[in-house]
Every structure is written in C-alpha cells, then in structure tokens.
C-alpha cells in the first residue's frame, strides 16, 4: 500500500506520515516498507494521464510502500485514536484475505483429489464429472468466471 492510500486511511497527511517512519525507522525493517526508487517513481508519474502541478509536485524523499505489517505498525507510530481504530480495520481486513486464500487453497486440494479419483471412472461419467469441474472452477475465479 502507498503512503499515500495509507495517511488517507489513517486520516493523516502523507508527509506526517512519512515523518513518524523515519522517526522510528527501527520500527520498520525491509519487510515492512520499501523506498520506491528514483526510476520507480518516474515511471509510476510517467503513467499518470495528469501530473499535478505547483508547490507539493516535486517529492523531496522517494514514496513509501508499506507491506501489511508495515502498514499495522505505522499505526503505532502515529498513535491517533483514529489511527488505532484504523488498526483494527486493517488487521481484520487482512484476517479475512488470508481466509479467504486459505478456503480456496482447501478447495483446489480437494478438486484436484476428486479428479485424481475420476481417472477410475467410464468416460461417460468422466465427461460428466469434467463439465461440473469446469463449472466450479468458473464459478471460483474472478467475477464468477467471467473477464
């Protein structure tokens, strides 16, 4: 998440934000926050349709990109109560992703067993069982299968 998507969640300026981290940089390792890179920046700029102009354009440091961790501890850091019930938005947002991804892990394991088992069936009944494969494995990708 960019900082900027974060001090908006956390009801704060990009630069305080910012600010805080670099305060408490031993609050962030690595896997925390990444520095975007001079050209990551001017490539990410260079496809925007409209570059805002005027004072505030230029960046003085490189943006920051906060991994989920990193975006739960910058929350400490900045210690609003805003920010706390911020928190525990964000900490169940990410509770629920990993569900989510979990639920689906559980189910591709279990089709890829149900057709492991189907190569003993008559081609008929495999047939059969390949159509409501398809059907679920449609129903289970993006916007129900649809691009």
């Known amino acids: 998440m960019m900082d900027s998507e974060l001090a908006k969640l956390y009801g704060?300026?990009?630069r305080v934000l910012n600010q805080a981290v670099r305060r408490n940089r031993q609050r962030?390792?690595?896997d925390f926050v990444i520095e975007l890179t001079h050209q990551e920046v001017t490539r990410?700029?260079?496809q925007s349709v409209i570059l805002n102009a005027g004072r505030g354009s230029n960046l003085k440091y490189p943006p920051l990109?906060?991994?989920e961790h990193g975006a739960i501890m910058a929350a400490t850091v900045l210690?609003?109560?805003h920010a706390v019930q911020m928190t525990v938005f964000v900490v169940r947002a990410f509770v629920k992703m990993r569900e989510a991804l979990?639920?689906?892990a559980m189910?591709?394991?279990e089709i890829a067993a149900l057709k492991a088992r189907m190569e003993t069936l008559d081609t008929s009944t495999r047939k059969q069982f390949e159509?409501?494969?398809e059907a679920i494995l449609g129903l289970s990708g993006p916007a129900g299968g649809k691009q």
């Open 12 to 14: 704060t300026e990009t």
């Open 79 to 81: 210690n609003s109560p």
């Open 102 to 104: 979990l639920v689906n």
């Open 131 to 133: 159509q409501v494969f």
């Open 44 to 46: 990410s700029r260079s």
């Open 28 to 30: 962030f390792p690595g």
């Open 65 to 67: 990109a906060f991994t």
């Open 107 to 109: 189910l591709a394991r």
